[in-house]
C-alpha cells in the first residue's frame, strides 16, 4: 500500500459543484499538506496542517476548504467548482524529525472542472 | 522570504552523457535544499536533500547535487543519463534561519533523455 493514498485519481465535475478530494497517510506523520500543480507554474500551497487542531492558508487557498479529520486524513474541498480550478491536485505528509521535513507525495487526483 | 529557480524549462541530453539540472535560490538564512522528480502520472518522490555538512549530497538512482553557498546554487548531476531519467524535477527550498516551515519548489524543469 502507498504511504500516502489520494482519491479520487481522476474526476471530471460541472462548473458550481461541490466536489471533495481525500487524502489519507499511513506514514504516522502530523503534518500534510494540499497543493496543486499547472503546467509552467510547479507546486503551489493550497492549506497545510501541522497537526489535528492546526489547519493554515497557503498561497491560493481561495475557493478551496479543508478538513483534518484525523492525524491520517485530510481532505479538499471545492465548494462551487470553477473551470480555472481544472489542476493536478497533491496531498503530502512530512515530518520534521526527519532532517530537513521532505515530503512524502500521493499520486496525485486529476480534477477537471467543465 | 525564499524563492527557488529553475532557469530551464528543458533539458536534453543523449543516454550515456552526464546530465545537469539547475537551480538557484534566494533565502534570508541558512537554507534545507531538496531535490524531487516526478515521473509521469505520478506523484512526486524525493531524490536527495541538502541540510549541512559535505556540499556534494548523493541521493538515489545514482543523482547527486552539489550546494554551492558563494553562488547560491545547488545542481542535480548525473555522469551517465538514462532514458528512464526522463521526467520532471523540482528544486525545492526551505529558509530555516527565516524562520520558514513550508519549503518553496520551482517550476519544474523536464528532463528528456534521447536513445
Known amino acids: 500500500d502507498a504511504d500516502v493514498t489520494q482519491t479520487p485519481r481522476n474526476r471530471i465535475t460541472k462548473t458550481g459543484k461541490r466536489i471533495m478530494l481525500e487524502c489519507s497517510q499511513t506514514k504516522g506523520h502530523d503534518r500534510m499538506y494540499w497543493y496543486r500543480q499547472d503546467p509552467g507554474l510547479g507546486l503551489r500551497l493550497i492549506y497545510y496542517?501541522?497537526?489535528?487542531?492546526?489547519?493554515n492558508k497557503g498561497e491560493i487557498s481561495d475557493g478551496y476548504s479543508v478538513s483534518r479529520q484525523a492525524q491520517a486524513k485530510f481532505s479538499l474541498s471545492l465548494e462551487s467548482a470553477i473551470p480555472n480550478q481544472t489542476a493536478l491536485y497533491f496531498c503530502?505528509?512530512?515530518?520534521?524529525?526527519?532532517?530537513?521535513?521532505?515530503?512524502?507525495f500521493g499520486s496525485g487526483t486529476r480534477l477537471t472542472v467543465v | 522570504a525564499q524563492s527557488v529557480a529553475q532557469p530551464e524549462d528543458q533539458v536534453n541530453v543523449a543516454e550515456g552523457n552526464p546530465l545537469t539540472v539547475k537551480c538557484t535560490y534566494s533565502v534570508s538564512g541558512n537554507p534545507y535544499l531538496f531535490w524531487y522528480v516526478q515521473y509521469p502520472n505520478r506523484g512526486l518522490q524525493f531524490l536527495l536533500k541538502?541540510?549541512?555538512?559535505?556540499?556534494l549530497v548523493k541521493g538515489s538512482y545514482g543523482f547527486e547535487a552539489e550546494f554551492n553557498k558563494s553562488q547560491t546554487s545547488f545542481h542535480l548531476k548525473k555522469p551517465s543519463a538514462l532514458v528512464s531519467d526522463s521526467a520532471l524535477y523540482f528544486c525545492a527550498v526551505r529558509d530555516i534561519t527565516g524562520g520558514s516551515y513550508i519549503p518553496t519548489f520551482g517550476r519544474g524543469t523536464s528532463l528528456i533523455v534521447h536513445p
Open positions: 541538502y541540510i549541512t555538512g559535505d556540499n
Open positions: 503530502a505528509t512530512s515530518d520534521p524529525t526527519e532532517g530537513g521535513d521532505g515530503y512524502t
Open positions: 496542517s501541522f497537526d489535528v487542531k492546526d489547519i
